[in-house]
């Protein structure tokens, strides 16, 4: 086994989707249930019912979505920071404030609209094209009279030679260097199977591991790694903490660490 180092720099940027053609999506929305409160998202966020936000299946986190239900017309804005809702023919799931604004409690599932919205809160329309306009000059030209040429006599002199242009040296880019980054330093050592470990959750983008593992370390002050497996041809990143030697002992660890990160479970490491 041989331990590096490694920084990972990560540029946060804001996020401007389908600017072109706009984003427009129908189908049934569904929202969070009371167990999720206080769950971490797959942004790294905490959920919260208060808070206008919902899960997507692509949309990038940030994404402003403007989500109208279509047999009220009433709207609601929520922004995307968790992945789903992984059940069929359902589109969003909204945060429970956002439910209530559209008001489909009792319910439980509705049909909406969703649409993307710049950052300053306007939908992003399709646009066509626009056709070029004709001008009247072109569509009926009038005759011109050409001038003709005039000749005259030439001296029988021999042409010189014309200098050729130097080619310029092209100024080089000089690389942008941002300061809106997210910095992590990582101890990493390669590890053999064995032993038994606790699961927390299973990530598919490195960033949003990056924050929890930070979280981890500050919180459990445990020991953290990294399983990284390919599941149905997607590379997804397994995050667990602590090294047991008998899963007795790991479900002891569990219960505790359950009270922070409920969805957590003991794993045998072969």
């Given amino acids: 086994m041989r331990a590096f180092s490694a920084v990972i720099l990560i540029m946060v940027t804001s996020v401007t989707l389908f600017a072109q053609s706009g984003y427009v999506q129908e189908g049934k929305a569904s929202f969070y249930a009371d167990k999720f409160e206080g769950r971490t998202t797959a942004s790294g966020e905490r959920y919260s019912h208060a808070k206008s936000t919902c899960a997507h299946l692509s949309l990038p986190f940030g994404t402003l979505v403007k989500v109208t239900q279509i047999s009220s017309g009433e709207s609601v804005v ?9 059940v069929p023919n359902r589109i969003i799931d909204l945060s429970r404030s956002a439910a209530e604004k559209l008001g489909f409690i009792s319910e439980g599932v509705t049909d909406v609209r ?32 050409q001038p003709q040429p005039q000749h005259f006599d030439k001296p029988n002199v021999a042409p010189q030679p ?11 880019p000089q690389p942008s260097v941002s300061s809106d980054y997210e910095l992590y330093e990582l101890n990493i050592t390669k590890q053999q199977p064995g032993g038994f470990t606790i699961q927390i959750k299973s990530y598919r983008e490195m960033e949003n591991l990056l924050r929890i593992v930070d979280e981890l370390k500050s919180s459990l002050k ?45 794993v045998e490491l072969k």
């Fill in 162 to 172: 014309q200098p050729q242009p130097q080619p310029q040296p092209q100024p080089q």
């Fill in 78 to 86: 929520v922004r995307v920071n968790d992945r789903g809702p992984f």
């Fill in 114 to 145: 969703i649409e993307v919205l710049d950052n300053e809160g306007n939908v992003l329309p399709q646009t066509p094209p626009s056709k070029p306009k004709e001008n009247p000059e072109t569509k009926n030209p009038r005759p011109t009279t």
């Fill in 222 to 266: 445990e020991n953290v790694r990294v399983q990284v497996a390919t599941v149905n041809g997607e590379r997804v990143y397994r995050l667990m903490v602590g090294k047991f030697s008998t899963r007795i002992e790991a479900e002891k660890n569990r219960d505790r660490i359950a009270k922070s990160y409920p969805d957590c479970f003991v």
